[in-house]
Structures are given as C-alpha cells and as structure tokens.
C-alpha cells in the first residue's frame, strides 16, 4: 500500500524567480551571518549586499565565481542544487501534480465559501 504525500508549498522557482533571488534569500537564512560570508569571499558586506540586490544600473553583480565563494563559506550548495533542480528538471508531470493539488485545495476553499454564502455550514 502506497501512501500519498500532499505539499501545500509553491516550488522554490515559484517562490524565488531567480537564482540570485534563492541565494540572496539564503544569505539571509543560513547560519553563518552575512558579515563572515563576505569576509570569506573577501569582499566587503556592502558589497555581497549589493550582488545579492542590485539596484537598476547597478555594476555589482553575483557572477559565477562569486557563487563559488559563497557555497565555499556557507556549505548551501545541496540548497542551490535543490533550486536549480526544481527550476531546471522538473517534469510534465511533477508541474501538473503540483496544479491539481492547488486546484483541489482553491475548490476546497471555494466549497466554503459558498456555503457560507448560502447560510449552511460545510
């Protein structure tokens, strides 16, 4: 007998649009705090901030290297991988699992309010 596992949570690429949107997030929540991520990277914390953010016209930018860095002071690779997985080898049928499970609980939640609606209690 199988079970079935139900995830209410939208998917990281739902949640964060850009790769630089996930590790900017991460920078936040990870343990190690952003001053000693950048002295790890040897850049100054203004500047890791500015990457992770930048600003219209802004120069400073999160490239490659610098996500290099950033996975050597943190040890957030397997979350990046995750992030990148998700965006990148989710399947036809993982998307439409993840549709139909937003459609049932929007069904759910309509069925009470029109109950409601109604006068009759779901």
Known sequence: MSQL?????PALPERFATLRDFVAHRAQVVPKHLKAQAADMDIAPS??????????????RL???DLEQWLASTGD????????????MDSDDARRA??????ER????LAGA???LKG???
């Open 5 to 9: 596992t139900l995830s209410f949570e």
């Open 47 to 60: 500047t890791l901030s500015r990457k992770l953010n930048p600003g219209e016209g802004d120069t400073q």
């Open 63 to 65: 490239n490659v290297d």
């Open 77 to 88: 690779a397997p979350a990046v991988i995750e992030y990148l997985a998700a965006k990148f």
């Open 98 to 103: 993840r549709a139909l499970s937003k459609v």
């Open 106 to 109: 929007l069904a759910e939640e």
């Open 114 to 116: 029109m109950a409601l």
């Open 120 to 122: 009759v209690q779901a």
